[in-house]
């Protein structure tokens, strides 16, 4: 399996800026500090294999973008879908100044690598769901980007999509036991858990106004902090069927 991914809004908040050559974060935080992550989901997964599908890529050239992740992630990359020819080659350059890359959207960059490649086992973890075919939708992984990896809902689906269900799990039962609710039956489908970690990801911003230091925390990756009870709307069946006997 192919993972395609993105930086911003996904291992870090989607505020990083390069300043005289060098990306900083202009939000709470450090760069990439949600890439535990990631090395989390894909833990129990030695399949699958990562190509950047960043804007890292371009602004700071393959590897040095590349050698700004983790060991764990780093050794799994094997390309990515911006490429130093694309500045020189006449396709990509149809534009003058910009290229082909520059003007297309982040799921026509990842479509072009994928029909090149022959690819057919392939997701994508990006906040940016514009543009993507209905045809390929279930592949894409999407994130907030005031979130990225750090919101449950994002790391149960990543986990689901590249088959580590021992991490779905965990995600799903770390949120139980924080908000102080029944854990979702272990005889629930995979569709079933991540709908249940979603649903309750959106009860709870629905029934809490959070203040500014919970909000710090969220950003540092500490999405869950500790409540005695959520107001909840009225739930779908097939989570009603995992709460009530």
């Given at each position: 399996?192919?993972?395609?991914?993105?930086?911003?809004?996904?291992?870090?908040?989607?505020?990083?800026?390069?300043?005289?050559?060098?990306?900083?974060?202009?939000?709470?935080?450090?760069?990439?500090?949600?890439?535990?992550?990631?090395v989390?989901?894909?833990?129990?997964?030695?399949?699958?294999?990562?190509?950047?599908?960043?804007?890292?890529?371009?602004?700071?050239?393959?590897?040095?973008?590349?050698?700004?992740?983790?060991?764990?992630?780093?050794?799994?990359?094997?390309?990515?879908?911006?490429?130093?020819?694309?500045?020189?080659?006449?396709?990509?350059?149809?534009?003058?100044?910009?290229?082909?890359?520059?003007?297309?959207?982040?799921?026509q960059?990842?479509?072009?690598?994928?029909?090149?490649?022959?690819i057919?086992?392939?997701?994508?973890?990006?906040?940016?769901?514009?543009?993507?075919?209905?045809?390929?939708?279930?592949k894409?992984?999407?994130?907030?980007?005031?979130?990225?990896?750090?919101?449950?809902?994002?790391?149960?689906?990543?986990?689901?999509?590249?088959?580590?269900?021992?991490s779905?799990?965990?995600?799903?039962?770390?949120?139980?036991?924080?908000?102080?609710?029944?854990?979702?039956?272990?005889?629930?489908?995979?569709?079933?858990?991540?709908?249940?970690?979603?649903?309750?990801?959106?009860?709870?911003?629905?029934?809490?106004?959070?203040?500014?230091?919970?909000?710090?925390?969220?950003?540092?990756?500490?999405w869950?902090?500790?409540?005695?009870?959520?107001e909840?709307?009225?739930?779908?069946?097939?989570?009603?069927?995992?709460?009530?006997?």
């Amino acid at each position: 399996m192919i993972l395609f991914l993105d930086f911003d809004g996904v291992l870090h908040p989607d505020a990083a800026y390069l300043v005289r050559g060098r990306p900083e974060l202009r939000s709470g935080g450090e760069l990439f500090m949600w890439s535990c992550y990631l090395v989390d989901a894909l833990a129990s997964a030695p399949h699958v294999r990562i190509v950047l599908s960043t804007s890292w890529a371009r602004e700071l050239r393959f590897a040095r973008a590349r050698d700004y992740l983790p060991a764990e992630l780093r050794q799994r990359i094997i390309g990515a879908t911006w490429h130093s020819g694309m500045a020189t080659d006449d396709e990509h350059r149809p534009l003058g100044r910009d290229t082909w890359w520059d003007t297309s959207t982040r799921y026509q960059q990842i479509r072009r690598y994928v029909d090149r490649a022959g690819i057919t086992d392939w997701i994508a973890v990006d906040d940016q769901p514009e543009g993507w075919a209905d045809t390929d939708r279930d592949k894409l992984v999407s994130t907030d980007s005031n979130l990225g990896l750090s919101a449950p809902s994002a790391r149960v689906r990543l986990a689901a999509a590249v088959g580590n269900m021992a991490s779905a799990w965990a995600v799903a039962d770390a949120m139980a036991g924080v908000l102080v609710i029944p854990q979702v039956e272990r005889s629930a489908s995979s569709a079933d858990l991540v709908q249940w970690v979603e649903w309750w990801q959106s009860s709870y911003l629905r029934a809490t106004e959070l203040p500014p230091d919970q909000i710090a925390a969220m950003k540092a990756g500490h999405w869950w902090p500790p409540v005695s009870a959520v107001e909840v709307r009225a739930m779908p069946p097939a989570i009603a069927r995992r709460r009530i006997p």
